[in-house]
């Protein structure tokens, strides 16, 4: 058998246990109503959670950047040098989440794997949790540093790991997200802080989800908590409304990551333009307190009513509501007949949430609006009685 019939049993492969993704055709910006074929329907499963992906002065940034700036940034900043937009976002970016310095990447994953890459190496553990993103999870691994598993928000297993493994490495980091994207529930930061502080290890906190949401001006569940981790990572492509991303940390800590993380010195930095909209987008997110309250009266709202009509929706107080389902051919029917009726909900398998786990991940924006909502739980009431 030749390689690409190879490649083709196993897409058959994919198809047969429910597992092929076929991402829907979508014309237009991205906001609380999109196109998807030539047809409007409203959109519960985007990060853009404040709404800002189209927002006017973010897009007029965005092309004032393009025609003073040009498109590209040339090569990576080892390369040509840093630009002033890559500087003033790093320090912008930094003072919002309480760090004396930042360091750019050009997305989230980018961020995760070349930051804990740089940091720990062979001789060192690393202690991550069960259900991080697949970006800290590959970080973990390609930094060839030894990995142990904690239970989901355990920090009883973490000490007893910490224990066993802290003692005969170099270094010692600890990874987690804060707000888990797809349960939608919060890491005990408080609790692995205090771990980290005990057993003399660094602690790397992804606040890609909570970023722009969570905590005192959006400034994440650390800020909320009182908490300063060693590394935060924050993304822009969610909450900003733009793309790519950033790690930060004190100075010495981003001096290193720039020196060492492979998806920093080998990538070619962000576009001027990119970065120029992601500085206008930080002052409309850390003022956004009135959208942040109506995002989460939104999903407060989704959560008590969709729980009403019968569904399975855990405990939560975020923007992100995962609706249990369990077979992965159930989920994606779920998700087809909601599109039918006008409402993008995405379903969501393994391997990007444990096996027999699959659901239907519900995440509103401050930019709906009442009746967006009344269509969805419309929506969902049809589901409900067909069952």
């Known amino acids: 058998m030749g390689f690409e019939s190879q490649i083709r ?40 959670y404040l709404g800002l992906a189209a927002h006017p002065a973010i897009c007029k940034a965005a092309a004032d950047a393009v025609r003073q700036e040009g498109t590209g940034s ?57 259900l991080n993103h697949a970006s800290l999870i590959d970080g973990c691994r390609l930094s060839r540093a030894e ?6 928000r355990d920090p009883v297993h973490l000490e007893g790991l910490l224990s066993r493994h802290r003692g005969s490495a170099r270094r010692a980091l600890i990874v987690t997200d804060s707000l888990f994207s797809m349960d939608g529930v919060i890491a005990p930061v408080a609790d692995l802080a205090a771990l980290a502080e005990s057993f003399d290890a660094g602690f790397l906190v992804d606040e890609a989800h ?103 929706v855990p405990d939560g107080s975020s923007q992100i509501l995962p609706v249990l389902v369990g077979e992965n051919e159930r989920t994606m029917r779920l998700s087809a007949e909601l599109l039918d009726r006008g409402v993008f909900v995405q379903g969501i398998r ?22 967006h909502i009344d269509r969805a739980l419309d929506a969902f009431q049809a589901l409900a009685r067909q069952r």
């Open 9 to 48: 049993e196993a897409l058959r492969e994919l198809e047969v246990a429910g597992l092929r993704r076929y991402p829907k055709r979508v014309s237009g910006p991205q906001g609380p109503e999109i196109e998807i074929d030539g047809r409007a329907v409203i959109c519960f499963c985007s990060n853009n």
């Open 74 to 130: 040339g090569a990576s900043r080892l390369i040509t040098g840093t630009m002033d937009a890559h500087r003033q976002a790093e320090t912008d970016l930094a003072a919002f989440v309480g760090a004396p310095s930042a360091a750019l990447f050009s997305t989230g994953y980018a961020a995760n794997l070349g930051t804990i890459q740089a940091l720990v190496g062979p001789g060192d553990v690393v202690f991550s949790d069960a």
């Open 147 to 152: 990995v142990h598993v904690y239970r989901h």
């Open 210 to 312: 909570a970023l722009g949401v969570l905590g005192p001006m959006g400034r994440g569940v650390c800020a909320a908590e009182g908490i300063v981790p060693d590394v935060l990572v924050g993304t822009l492509g969610k909450a900003f409304g733009v793309a790519g991303a950033f790690v930060a940390a004190h100075d010495d800590v981003i001096t290193f990551v720039r020196n060492r993380a492979r998806s920093f010195v080998y990538s070619t930095a962000p576009p001027p333009m990119v970065v120029r909209a992601a500085l206008a987008a930080l002052p409309i997110v850390r003022d956004a307190d009135d959208a942040r309250a109506t995002l989460l009266g939104h999903a407060a709202r989704l959560r008590s009513e969709l729980r009403q009509l019968g569904f399975e």
């Open 350 to 371: 393994p391997p990007t949430v444990p096996v027999g786990t699959a659901r239907l991940r519900l995440t509103p924006m401050a930019t709906h609006r009442t009746e």
